[in-house]
């Protein structure tokens, strides 16, 4: 497990719903939005079972008692080869504590656990304009550029161009 001074690197276990909800903080007052992850806190029953899931894996940095940066990642098993990639979903360090080497403390304790796990890749994205996470993910990894949607899974879809031409075709 990573270290820093004063700084402890860990995976949270499911006895660690308090420090999961102290992370859902932190990614709410660092990214801005605190009714996302404050609005709506899932029941400590919901957090116990989803740090039970092997392909979730949350990952925190404390000092002392404080958690002053964490990560949010999910395993996704392919279906083209037998492997896994690792995705980060949330990463967040607190203001006080940036340009410490905790951002990347978290993202080689992630590194070790895809390594035991067989894991092929850790992917992440980054905002445009986000340029502290660019540079450290540039300084980590390769770069893609790519662009991210996201798809409603209810209300209505726009029709396809393809939807359209059937019709035009009529």
């Known amino acids: 497990m990573p270290t820093l001074p ?22 709410g007052e660092v990214f801005g939005e605190p009714e996302t992850y404050g609005g709506a806190v899932p029941s400590a029953a919901y957090l116990e079972h989803l740090l039970a899931k092997e392909h979730f894996i949350a990952i925190v940095a404390t000092k002392g008692d404080a958690v002053v940066g964490g990560l ?12 896994s990639e690792i995705y980060i979903y949330d990463l967040a360090v607190a203001e006080a504590h940036r340009r410490e ?35 450290l993910y540039t300084k980590l990894g390769v770069r893609e550029d790519v662009l991210h949607f996201d798809i409603a899974v209810d209300g209505p879809m726009p029709p396809s161009p393809l939807a359209r031409q059937r019709v035009s075709d009529r």
């Open 6 to 27: 004063s700084i402890a690197i860990r995976r949270l276990a499911t006895t660690d719903v308090p420090l999961l909800r102290t992370l859902l903080t932190l990614f």
């Open 72 to 83: 949010a990642a999910y395993e996704l098993e392919k279906f083209e080869q037998e492997r």
């Open 101 to 135: 080497g905790i951002a990347t403390a978290l993202i080689e304790e992630l590194r070790r656990i895809g390594a035991a796990r067989g894991a092929y890749m850790i992917f992440v994205q980054a905002d445009y304009g986000d340029e502290p996470a660019i540079a």
